[in-house]
């Protein structure tokens, strides 16, 4: 019972190999996919500038239906002028 022999002994060096093969696999796998996840938060970031400039640029839009309602009224008021003057 107190000695080990060399096949007890053998399963455990097995064992141990397969599990470090198996860590080994699981690392080559994992790696790749964090990487690619770094890469996409990376460009994510930068997408994220380029919306907020975008944002930032294009916020005069929402004046737009003001300035073309005043237009239209600046219109209106030459015609009636042009109306009342004759022409």
């Known amino acids: 019972m107190g000695v080990i022999s060399a096949t007890d002994t053998t399963w455990w060096v097995v064992g141990y190999v ?20 770094k ?5 994510a970031t930068d ?5 907020e400039a975008a944002v930032r640029h294009t916020a005069a839009l929402k004046e ?3 300035t073309n309602d005043s237009a239209e009224k ?3 008021g030459l015609r ?5 003057l004759g022409g």
């Open 18 to 37: 397969i599990g470090g093969v198996v860590v080994l696999v699981v690392v080559a796998l994992v790696v790749p996919i964090l990487l690619l996840a």
């Open 39 to 43: 890469s996409i938060g990376t460009e």
């Open 47 to 51: 997408i994220n500038g380029g919306l």
């Open 64 to 66: 737009l239906e003001t």
């Open 74 to 76: 600046i219109v209106a």
């Open 80 to 84: 009636r002028g042009r109306n009342r």
